[in-house]
């Protein structure tokens, strides 16, 4: 394939910037030089601190968010279980002593589980997890109505008929109530999951920002010290060879003093003394 040459407005641009770095004083050099050395520096340091700060967002929401809503919804389908043995316990024929405990511990269950739910509902981050928590909240109170409705059958000595509504409506609406919750739970591990990948790529985007940038900087510095020390080195080694020439006695040698730094105020300097020894040999 036939290489196309750069176009002469971008070898004048180059050219420029070529000549103004060559001009300038080894002070105004070597601080630009750190400068830039610094500006690579704080480069790195702002993408190591966006990475963090992004693993760190991700595994907060796992932690906070995901995991927590795991957590209560798991507490709700063990409460709604614990509701329906202590009332069960309440329905069987047992001592009236036994019955009231089963009736205090129902009702310490119902507050739990609404302080549950109202707990879950403050984690709700998804319509999809909004719309099975309410789901929830309604098959519960339909059951808890139920369970309501056995009690008054209990208190008006229709065992029989309490029974009967305990193991069907009310066991079919606990059910349900029971599904909503399973539900819910997966809904949370699948909000988990998807936490858990946020953050495992978090952490890979995070280490390989880190990674380019340490490889940016580390290149970038010693390109910047390369230049540098060709910059200088190149200067000095002229120098050096127009002092062994003059000492040499050869006083024709070609300087270059193009440069507008040191070395350059230094070759000119060179360059004088070599034109005067010319003319006074010359004279001589």
């Known amino acids: 394939m036939q290489r ?30 750190f400068g830039v050395v610094l500006v690579l520096l704080a480069a790195q340091g702002v993408g190591a601190y966006y990475g963090l700060s992004s693993l760190n967002r991700a595994t907060t929401n796992l932690a906070e968010g ?45 507050g739990e589980i609404d302080a549950a739910l109202a707990a879950y509902g403050k984690l709700a981050a998804t319509p ?22 056995v009690n008054e059958m209990i208190d008006l000595e229709l065992p029989d008929d309490a029974l009967d509504t305990f193991l069907g409506e009310t066991s079919d609406l606990h059910n349900v109530a029971t599904a909503a919750v399973t539900a819910l739970i997966q809904e949370a591990d699948r909000q988990a ?29 010693l390109a910047i010290a390369f230049f540098m020390a060709r910059s200088i080195a190149g200067g000095m080694r002229g120098a050096v060879a127009v002092a062994n020439d003059v000492a040499g006695g050869k006083l024709d040698s070609r ?11 230094l070759l000119r300097a060179m360059q004088r003394m070599q034109h005067d020894l010319r003319e006074r040999t010359e004279r001589d």
């Not at 409460?79 to 069987?92: D, P």
């Open 4 to 33: 196309i040459p750069p176009s002469p407005l971008r070898r004048s641009g180059e050219y420029r910037c070529m000549h103004w770095l060559k001009n300038l004083k080894l002070t105004p050099k070597l601080m630009l030089a």
């Open 193 to 221: 999951d998807l936490s858990a990948a946020s953050a495992s790529s978090a952490y890979t985007a995070s280490v390989v920002l880190i990674v380019i940038m340490l490889v940016v900087g580390v290149a970038g510095g």
């Open 66 to 110: 995901s995991m927590e809503s795991v957590s209560v919804a798991a507490e709700l389908r063990a409460l709604l279980g614990e509701y329906r043995t202590a009332s069960y316990r309440g329905l069987v024929r047992a001592s009236e002593a036994v019955k009231l405990d089963a009736r205090d511990r129902s009702a310490k269950l119902s």
């Open 255 to 265: 300087i270059d003093t193009a440069g507008g730094d040191e070395i350059g105020d």
């Open 128 to 149: 999809e997890e909004r719309k099975l928590l309410e789901e929830l909240t309604t098959s519960w109170t339909a059951a808890r109505t139920s369970y309501e409705s």
